[in-house]
């Protein structure tokens, strides 16, 4: 009885011991594969980072980076990704806490993507580790998906919530020398072509007509609804369903781009009818002319103002009101 | 030329007075419409404060008549956010209140026996018909012609886009904001055309009234400076601008910082850096001006430079300095996310959650602003002709309004004014161009001709007039023709889209007779009878300040989001599963918990619609607990039906909404009219609420939170056991089902 436990006791230790040795060479040996940015995996390398025993938390992305995929997100999250593996792997730990941070790609790791059933990319999966001071019973792998674009910070401060408590090396982002450089080059390039410029550049910045053309492009811009495309990032165009082309959104509160740019015409050509009967017309000198501009701006005004309560109706079916040619 | 008897009527001294009187006349009739387009909702349905906010105002305004003014200022309320209560006193724009507290005491002076409720009701269009009057002297100083004023009072009056917040009934304080903000800018122009200091003092004055009355203040915080920064900027210093500007920045400072809810902000926040920074910089143009006197020019340069550089540097540095210290508060998060559009969606969810706080899509402007929407460019374009320092302020806020529009759907209300300024001027060019019944220029709108080369290109020649008479029939006609369909549109508008006051929900019959689905107060009006007067409520903040007001009981959380953890506390209780919410319930004390369900008439504005804002907040304070993407399905769709998610389905929110639907229909045809989806054939079970109370069409339905069992079992093994289940041995219970709380 006392050697079979002490058998049992010393079959158990063996693996272990064996197995910590181990662990502490694997975190060593995929940490000087990359000293700072995140390391790159392939389904085999994926099998052996994440097996059992690991005494070291890994973080692995499971991304699709590559062009041909056609994933966005994965793309402009890269970047963001490399920043919070380069800011923990520089910064200083805590005691014994061992951190990895390794990215798979779906084009090195097709069948990881398989296996796990994933329909989407990208996802984050976060190993806690199985044996040493910061061990979790439950070793199944945290996940995180991403519902939308999201910054290193979000992400980072999601990680740091599943570690042990302890401080953390803060995400640093690194100055970017280049744009302030850049910037400030700029500016000052600005301000000498100002100074040497003025005599020719003072009269346009004073011309009435342009500051004119700005405030109405951009009130037209606003009031057409372009602030809404902007938030809401709305298509362009969508097609009928039909092979053709349907430049009106139906309902109320949506729209399209390329619609919003019918509106602002549609306003901006009314507009200039308002403008040149009221300012340009009792300017005409002869007498004929004058009738003739009086009725083709007259009909431009009615023309399209009829066109605009005619989309409007299309937009709220149950407007009752209109004017005679649509 | 003979005199016919309307020449003598108009011409000479009579003709002024004449005049006069056609011009009070006009006013007092533009009044009239005003206010009468907008008791549709009075007529249709009663008078009854409208909507959510109202019903605060009302309850606060209530308040004051009854305790007087002293103890309304020292407000602490404690029938809202139990437990922690609010400062209601120092936490509120008082000028709502306090006006229609005014006008009470007057009337009761009077002895004019009026309800409070009904001053509270009416005060709204009280206040359309003097908006539509200082709106008529606004316009008056932007240009000679007398017609451009009357046009402006009138498209006032009855645009929709002010309609929109100020119908009978909707005691926002937008009420009497909007009319604030119309005569503050009047006032400030005449200070800026004059040079006085009477007419700064006075814009100070309804300045101060503006900020007790709207947190929209700051758009006049913001707009003065700039306006005058741009007059700085175009070279136009003058000492009326140095005068009127300090007048109105010291006194209108010292005025808003008397409202407690303001206090220092003036001094420590970012948003109103602006107007003191134009304050020292008007007070450098100001010694630069008086120096320039002495010295001669090409010293006058250098100083200048040199100074320029320096008081820019040490303004800089000592801004940056001071936010960075805290002395100065960064921008509100309100005010920041107008210019950062995505800011509020990833920080601030409780802001983005509020429909009014939605960017505006082009049909919502053409709605509300008609024909006035393409007047408004040409208008703009027309106050580049003078481009005195009048119209550079109409310009700048014309720019600026519309981008703010654009962002915010509630920003209309702002654009409005001056769209009707801007298509007045437009409108009334035209009229004086074309109605005039003589030939030639018409001697009025020549008045302000400019020939200068500097000018816009389409004032250059000579005006000569209209010569023909068939223009001038054709392009009246049709201008009365466009003011028509305005008017038509504005009436049709009101009348369908603004008067509805959302307490109670009209409908059609069959039979085309109007039906009145008038839950909202049938459930108030039962909790108001039938639970205890210190009984607490909760629900969605949306609903908190109509609890306070028509039910009169206390609530956890209302529509004053001053304290985002406690509404994520509410949301993370109605978001979790029973078990989770029950001990959250109990530490709040909460006796019964109502929700708003649309599924049996097919009202969209229920809380399962809502409900997804509730998960997002809650996430925000609870990111392990409550995740947004539970509730969402592998293929990432919002059911309710079959394939809704497990989380979605224990949620207390579903479980409240749903409980006992089905029992309305035949087995397994049970249908959500909303999310036009088939629910579940087996509904689901609440064991630890019990349905108090459920409205004629189900919109409201309240829950009363269960007391602990006296048995001292769970409530789950409690509802079993009634249900005559056999009961499951004791030892063999799993779970962390943890009920007890004491």
Known sequence: MKLFNFLVSFLCIIPNAFCAAADSNKFERYRSLSRSAPIELTDSSYEDITSKPRDYHVAVLLTAADARYGCILCREFQPEWELIARSWNKGSKPDGLQMLFATLDFSDGKGTFQKLMLQTAPVLLVFPPTVGPFAKVDDTPLRFDFSGPISADQLYTWINRHLPEGPKPPLVRPINYMRLISAVTILMGAVTLFTVLSPYVLPIIRNRNLWAAFSLIAILLFTSGHMFNHIRKVPYVAGDGRGGISYFAGGFSNQFGMETQIVAAIYAVLSFATIALAMKVPRIADNKAQQVAVIIWGSVLLGMYSFLLNVFKTKNGGYPFFLPPF | ?742
């Open chain 2, 1 to 742: 030329m003979a005199e016919s008897p309307l020449d003598v009527l108009l011409k000479g001294n009579s003709g002024r007075t004449t005049r006069g009187l056609l011009r009070f006349i006009i006013l007092a009739t533009i009044a009239a419409a005003a206010v009468s387009s907008r008791l549709f909702s009075v007529i249709r349905f009663e008078s009854i404060i409208h909507e959510f906010d109202p019903w605060f105002n009302f309850r606060a305004t209530k308040y004051l008549v009854q305790h007087g003014f002293e103890s309304f200022w020292d407000w602490f309320d404690d029938r809202t956010w139990h437990p922690l209560g609010r400062v209601t006193g120092g936490t509120l724009y008082p000028g709502l209140m306090v006006t229609s507290g005014v006008i009470y005491h007057v009337l009761r002076f009077l002895t004019i026996p009026v309800d409070i409720r009904n001053i509270c009701v009416l005060l709204a269009p009280g206040f359309s018909g003097l908006t539509a009057l200082a709106m008529y002297f606004l316009t008056c100083e932007m240009t000679t012609s007398p017609s451009a004023g009357l046009l402006a009072a009138a498209f006032m009056g009855i645009v929709p886009g002010y309609i929109s917040r100020s119908v009978a009934g909707s005691y926002d304080n937008e009420a009497i904001a909007i009319f604030l903000l119309v005569f503050t800018f009047f006032l400030w122009i005449k200070a800026v055309k004059n040079g006085s200091i009477m007419w700064g003092a006075l814009a100070a004055l309804f300045y101060g009234y503006m900020v007790s009355a709207w947190g929209g203040y700051v758009f006049i915080t913001n707009l003065i400076p700039l306006h005058v920064f741009v007059l700085l900027c175009m070279g136009r210093y003058s000492s009326r601008i140095y005068i009127s500007y300090t007048t109105w920045y010291a006194l209108g400072t010292l005025a808003s910082m008397q409202i407690p809810f303001v206090g220092f902000l003036p001094i420590r926040n970012s948003d109103h850096m602006s107007a003191l920074g134009v304050f020292g910089l008007i007070q450098l143009v100001a010694f630069a001006d008086f120096v320039r006197g002495f010295i001669p020019g090409k010293h006058f340069q250098r100083l200048l430079t040199t100074m320029i550089i320096v008081v820019f540097g040490v303004a800089f540095v000592g801004l940056v300095v001071l936010t960075v210290s805290g002395v100065i508060a960064p921008w509100s998060g309100r005010f920041y996310s107008l210019w950062d559009t995505g800011y509020a969606k990833i920080h601030i969810p409780i802001i983005a959650s509020v429909s009014e706080h939605q960017p505006t899509a082009w049909p919502a402007f053409f709605f509300d602003l008609n024909f006035l929407i393409w007047l408004f460019p040409a208008g703009v374009y027309m106050c580049f002709r003078d481009l005195k320092d009048e119209h550079v302020f109409v310009i700048i806020y014309s720019v600026l309004a519309s981008y703010f529009a654009g962002v915010m759907v509630r920003l209309m209300l702002t654009l409005t004014p001056i769209v009707c300024v801007a298509a007045a001027l437009a409108l009334s060019t035209i009229l004086d161009t074309y109605v005039f019944a003589t030939n030639g220029p018409n001697p009025r709108a020549k008045a302000n001709e400019d020939t200068s080369s500097e000018g816009l290109r389409s004032a250059r020649k000579p005006d000569v007039g209209i010569t023909s008479y068939f223009s001038k029939t054709v392009m009246t006609s049709s201008v009365v023709v466009y003011l028509l369909l305005f008017v038509a549109h504005c009436t049709w508008v009101t009348s369908n889209a603004y008067s509805s006051p959302s307490v109670v929900l009209a409908s059609r019959m069959p039979d085309g007779s109007q039906h009145i689905i008038d839950d909202y107060r049938e459930a108030y009006y039962w909790l108001r009878q039938n639970t205890a007067h210190n009984a607490k409520i909760m629900s969605w903040w949306d609903y908190g300040y109509q609890i306070g007001g028509m039910a009169d009981r206390p609530t956890l959380v209302d529509n004053n989001t001053w304290n985002n953890t406690h509404i994520a506390t509410v949301g993370k209780a109605m978001s979790s599963r029973e078990e989770v919410s029950y001990p959250i319930l109990r530490q709040h004390d909460v006796d019964y918990v109502l929700v708003v369900f649309g599924g049996l008439l097919g009202y969209s504005g229920d809380d399962i619609n809502k409900f997804l804002w509730m998960v997002r907040i809650a996430e925000g304070i609870w990111p392990d607990e409550v995740k947004e993407r539970d509730f969402f399905t592998a293929r990432g769709e919002y059911r309710v039906d079959d394939g809704a998610t497990p989380t979605m389905r224990n949620s207390l929110m579903y479980k409240m909404s749903y409980h006992n639907f089905n029992s309305m229909f035949q087995p397994g045809q049970a249908v959500d009219r909303v999310r036009g989806s088939r629910l579940p054939a087996e509904g689901p079970q609440l064991s630890t609420l019990e349905e108090a109370f459920t409205s004629e069409n189900w919109i409201i339905r309240i829950y009363k939170v269960k007391d602990l069992d006296n048995l001292g079992r769970d409530h789950n093994t409690a509802v079993a056991f009634d249900k005559g289940n056999k009961r499951k041995r004791a030892t063999k219970r799993k779970g962390p089902r943890v009920l007890r709380t004491e």
